[in-house]
């Protein structure tokens, strides 16, 4: 096996006309957290639905775990091993908190329709430890045992993007993708997540990537850094020195901003 | 307005309105009826906190319900009665009203005293009395001489069906409006399968598990070519499977198939066309058959199928699959993103909703026994949607109630509405009130109202799901202000 968790050769996403993803190479080492940069429209989020199956490059090709997963249907990248967040979270709204994480169990779960009609002993084992398991979760994201039966749209919007978290993790991903998990957060709020993400990492061995606006999260728990704009890798490596790079400075900030670098996000980081 | 009180009004009307219109003994059923609404409501208005606060919150419902139920009887005896010249001995009325208050009240107290039970018990004596209630019902309509019996089968039939169609709309989120294409389905199996149209006569036990199955097996066929669509254009195409059904039906009384010159079919009678499969056989059990002049062992039939059906409902319901559905209504990117097989889950929803219904579909066809295309059109399907949507999508206890007043304002209620105001059109003195043909001129009009009246007052169903209830109460003012200061800025 590789040390390589993801590689993406040369992707490319069109839509009509547009090109939003150009022949990106990227790789993230086992292990790794990583950050994916860039302003808004840069195709970011359009990058992670490539990998999660969402959509199918137009070409390039995807490899997980040194398996081509190009093309694969979102629930088989699942069951692979790819988990994911969205950018405006989707939690299911009308289900409670233990019921969203254990939706995220499902590809781990084995009970089939006669197995469930006739609740064979090992569907209410599985369905026991499910439970637990969910429960676990739910304490390990920092939400506590006690609010698993609120409806996850009554959950304060922080607690909201932990679930979220917490229902990715049940999917025991190798690779988790998380589409700005800090958005809309208070800095202590961001602080905390910031710890959860860095101990999910420690802890499980699980493979992060994420995408970011917050410079100070990306500088803080990064260990590399990939910047896209209009569609194309414009630079990466690490944090420190993606953060300096002119090119990048020029994306954020537009011409002639750079020789400034004062103002707009990038420098807030600092 | 106090809670118990309200709850006892709301209880009440139905007593008022059934006591009213239908007159006689049915008061001390109306009574009972309108007794254990009262106290059920009040129950989930407060914590019940011991059975004794469970017995006083029922009374003061019970006796509140009780006290219109008998207000109805005596507006039936002393006023309306003596209009359309019936006599009514006064004493006898007053007996009837009597009776409706106490049996409110005592039905009040049993519901408010199992509501006291501590958690877990108060459950399953909640079910267990109306367990008990559905099983005395055939002594009850026998001793209070109402004869409802041949009308409340047909209304099981389509609660059966109700609960299936739930799973489709109610659990999985996908708006279905031919589900009456999977009943048709179950019934045309059971059709061909026992009577003489084909000279095969499998028993009635064999039968309704593989019309179940055939119309499962439809229910995967029909939701094959749906699965990209969702909402409004899902409906569409349903509606369109809801007609071609018992058009198909109508149609292959003579069918011919030849492939390449060689005629394998030749003027085949697959379905009997308009005059539909007739008579098909009824079920019989240890050698006792059933009969349609006896009511009794049909409704405990029909009855066990739908024990049977919500038992495994409920263990769908509270199962990985049952999860799948949920997360597949609320939002199927994330469902996907979550490891769950859109396609397969989305035709198990289609399966095993249709399931239920080939049960119904096999049931109506032994107990009708005459089975014609015209019995399966869209107004069956829009009828069962109206019940799941009344009583509150993906409730079971919503939809047997829905169920139940929906199907009884239609089959027993109005048509007796009628009846009464006709009578009181014809003793008016007025020549143009006469020409009024009120029974069927304004039934459907009635039904139509008392739907648009039930989803204006009761927006969420009767009994929703417990935690939307709560949350749709909770900012009950804040939002009914926001929508009326939308409506002042519209009129301004």
Not at chain 1, 82 to 106: D, P, S
Not at chain 2, 53 to 60: M, P, S, W
Not at chain 2, 120 to 148: I, K, W
């Amino acid at each position: 096996m590789s040390d390589k968790l993801l590689d993406a050769q040369g992707i490319t996403k069109q839509f009509g006309g547009l090109t939003a993803v150009n022949s990106v190479d990227f790789s993230i080492e086992r292990r790794s957290i990583s950050s994916l940069i860039g302003p808004n429209g840069a195709g970011k989020t359009t990058f992670f639905n490539m990998i999660t199956g969402l959509y199918t490059p137009t070409s390039g090709k995807v490899l997980f775990d040194g398996q081509e997963i190009t093309g694969t249907k979102p629930h088989l990248v699942t069951a692979l091993g790819i988990g994911r967040t969205f950018q405006n979270i989707r939690l299911f709204a009308q289900m409670t908190a233990l019921e969203n994480v254990l939706v995220g169990r499902h590809s781990r779960l084995h009970a089939g329709l006669i197995g469930t009609l006739l609740r064979l002993r090992k569907v209410r084992e599985e369905e026991v430890a499910a439970r637990t398991h969910a429960l676990d979760l739910l304490e390990y994201v920092g939400l506590g045992r006690r609010r698993a039966d609120e409806l996850s749209k009554n959950l304060p919007y922080g607690d909201q993007r932990r679930l979220e978290i917490a229902r990715a993790l049940a999917t025991e991903p190798k690779l988790l993708l998380l589409d700005e998990p800090t958005a809309g957060m208070n800095p202590n709020e961001t602080g905390e997540l910031t710890k959860l993400i860095r101990r999910v990492r420690d802890d499980r061995g699980v493979t992060i990537l994420l995408i970011e606006h917050d410079m100070k999260v990306v500088m803080d728990i990064s260990e590399k850094v990939t910047v896209l704009d209009h569609g194309a890798k414009i630079a990466e490596g690490l944090p420190e020195l993606v953060r300096a790079d002119e090119q990048v400075i020029e994306a954020y900030l537009g011409r002639g901003a750079a020789a400034h670098g004062k103002g707009g996000r990038m420098p807030t980081a600092a | 307005m106090n809670s118990r009180i309200r709850a006892g009004l709301i209880g009440g009307i139905f007593g008022l309105l059934i006591s009213l219109v239908s007159g006689g003994q049915i008061a001390y059923l109306a009574g009972i009826i309108a007794g254990a609404i009262a106290s059920q409501l009040a129950a989930q208005e407060e914590d019940v906190a011991s059975v004794r606060a469970g017995i006083q919150l029922g009374l003061r419902a019970g006796l509140v319900a009780g006290a219109l139920t008998a207000l109805g009887v005596f507006i039936r005896g002393f006023l309306i009665n003596p209009l359309v010249n019936v006599s009514a001995d006064a004493s006898v009325v007053f007996m009837l009203g009597l009776g409706g208050l106490v049996m409110a009240g005592v039905a009040g107290v049993v519901f408010g005293a199992i509501r006291g039970l501590p958690s877990p018990q108060n459950r399953f004596g909640t079910l267990l009395a109306f367990g008990l209630l559905a099983v005395a019902y055939p002594f009850l309509d026998s001793l209070l001489n109402l004869r409802f019996m041949n009308e409340v089968i047909p209304v099981l039939i389509f609660i059966l069906m109700a609960l299936g169609l739930n799973i489709v709309v109610g659990y999985a989120g996908l708006l279905d409006l031919g589900y009456a294409a999977f009943f048709a389905i179950g019934a045309y199996t059971t059709g061909m399968l026992a009577s003489p149209h084909f000279g095969i006569s499998m028993p009635f036990w064999i039968v309704i598990w593989i019309a179940a199955a055939v119309a499962a097996l439809f229910g995967i066929l029909l939701g094959a070519p749906t699965l990209p669509l969702r909402g409004d254009y899902l409906a569409i195409v349903t509606l369109g499977f809801g007609e071609i059904v018992p058009i198909a039906a109508n149609n292959l009384d003579n069918v011919t198939i030849s492939i390449l010159g060689v005629t394998l079919l030749e003027n085949f009678d697959l379905t009997g066309g308009p005059r539909g499969i007739n008579p098909i056989n009824r079920p019989s059990l240890f050698g006792y058959a059933f009969e349609p002049s006896q009511p009794i062992p049909w409704y405990f039939l029909i009855l066990g199928l739908i024990v049977f059906s919500i038992f495994f409902i409920l263990r769908l319901r509270n199962s990985r699959l049952g999860r799948a559905w949920s997360a597949m209504r609320e939002d199927e990117l994330a469902a996907s993103a979550m490891g769950i097989n859109l396609v397969r889950t989305k035709l198990l929803a289609f399966a095993m909703g249709a399931t239920f219904s080939g049960f119904a579909g096999a049931f109506y066809g032994s107990f009708i026994s005459a089975i014609t295309p015209a019995s399966f059109g869209f107004d069956v399907s829009v009828i069962l949607l109206c019940m799941v949507i009344l009583g509150g999508l993906g409730n079971i206890t919503g939809v047997i109630l829905g169920g139940l007043i929906i199907q009884f304002a239609d089959r027993l209620f109005l048509p007796q509405l009628g009846d009464v105001v006709q009578g009181l059109l014809q003793n008016s003195n007025i020549e143009v009130l006469k020409e009024i043909n009120f029974k069927t001129d304004f039934r459907t009009m009635l039904f139509g109202l008392t739907l648009v009246i039930m989803m204006l007052v009761r927006p969420e169903g009767l009994v929703p799901n417990e935690r939307r209830r709560r949350e749709l109460h909770a900012d009950d003012e804040a939002t009914a202000h926001e929508r009326q200061t939308l409506y002042d800025a519209e009129q301004a």
